[in-house]
């Protein structure tokens, strides 16, 4: 049976259920999970992986790497996020490396760390190894930092729970999900919601999460809801009651809660950037004021419905036959 050792050098959501999703497309295979931060939710799915190790800070994470692979005759190695890339290209690994940056680091914030962090793409680069993407932007970037890799496509998928819910109101429920930070943009989806406030529209806004005390307290004082973390089921009820998604993020590599918005049948609003830009059901917008103008739209019910179908077909394609072929295309294990 062939094995892949997944690796993980941060925490973060959309991460952990990505790896899950990946886990569970290919049951026949034997996982194996290294990891920075004990914060990682492997406790409840201890049952996914074989073996579960954390991951030492520095070059003595690169050892740690090797060590598990020469102990278990690991055949893949999965890395997960540009710390973890960066981990597995500073020398060369003795099984095959495939990658994906969900999310380019070089996208953050100008000087943040994370931007830092993705100042080594181009030289990590030089070293060849398989880029799965997890959208267009995402497999362009590759091919630009990564031109020796060979790069291909793999899909995300919405939690396969999930069935369509969302029903028309005119009194529009708008979401957004996702930690409260530079690169979720909070303070563009406020400056949404005060738009609307002034305008006198019966809109309401929520943003399901919680983050930097500072950016929730620009969303609270813009009238916005703030629902604090939530669980799953939690999550998907909100998302069950409201009528649009509204995406605020300033880049993406495949947003797992858009993917959910549109399983329940929400039609979703974004921007044009990376990630979010080449998902063919959203609706595209650059400022507040055009956000506004395509809210006002979805309160008409024909305009609604039509977007609300747009969402359902466009997911229908993020199955997990799909992923499947796609990860044992990226793993070399597909004949």
Excluded at 147 to 163: A, E, H
Excluded at 181 to 191: E, G, N, S
Excluded at 195 to 223: C, I, Q
């Amino acid at each position: 049976m062939s094995s892949v050792l997944h690796v993980a050098a941060r925490y973060g959501g959309g991460i952990v259920t990505a790896v899950q999703q990946y886990v569970e497309a290919t049951p026949d295979l034997t996982h194996f999970l290294i990891s920075r931060e004990t914060m990682w939710s492997v406790r409840d799915r201890r049952e996914l992986f074989a073996a579960t190790w954390n991951l030492p800070q520095g070059r003595a994470g690169v050892g740690a790497i090797r060590a598990a692979i020469a102990a278990h005759q690991i055949d893949v190695v999965h890395a997960h996020s540009s710390h973890a890339g960066a981990l597995v290209r500073l020398r060369k690994m003795p099984s095959r490396v495939v990658y994906t940056p969900h999310a380019f680091a070089p996208l953050a914030k100008r000087g943040s760390k994370e931007w830092m962090v993705g100042q080594t793409e181009r030289l990590l680069g030089l070293r060849p190894v398989v880029i799965a993407a997890v959208s267009e932007d995402e497999l362009q970037l590759a091919r630009k930092f990564s031109p020796r890799s060979d790069v291909l496509r793999i899909v995300n998928l919405p939690n396969q729970s999930l069935r369509p819910a969302a029903a028309y109101r005119p009194e529009l429920k708008v979401v957004m999900v996702g930690r409260a930070l530079a690169q979720k943009d909070p303070t563009f989806y406020a400056r949404v919601a005060a738009l609307a406030r002034k305008a006198n529209r019966p809109y309401e806004f929520h943003w399901l999460g919680d983050g930097d005390p500072k950016l929730t307290s620009v969303l609270t004082n813009a009238g916005v809801t703030v629902s604090g973390w939530l669980s799953p089921e939690q999550l998907y009820a909100e998302h069950a009651t409201a009528q649009v998604h509204l995406h605020t993020a300033r880049y993406e590599g495949s947003c797992l809660s858009v993917l959910d918005a549109a399983a329940v049948g929400l039609p979703t609003i974004g921007r044009a950037v990376p990630g979010v830009r080449d998902v063919s059901w959203l609706t595209i917008v650059d400022t507040p004021e055009q956000a506004l103008t395509e809210l006002d739209r979805l309160a008409e019910p024909a305009w609604w419905s039509t977007c609300s179908q747009r969402s359902l077909s466009g997911v229908s394609e993020h199955t997990s036959g799909n992923l499947r072929q796609r990860l044992l295309c990226a793993y070399g294990l597909n004949g």
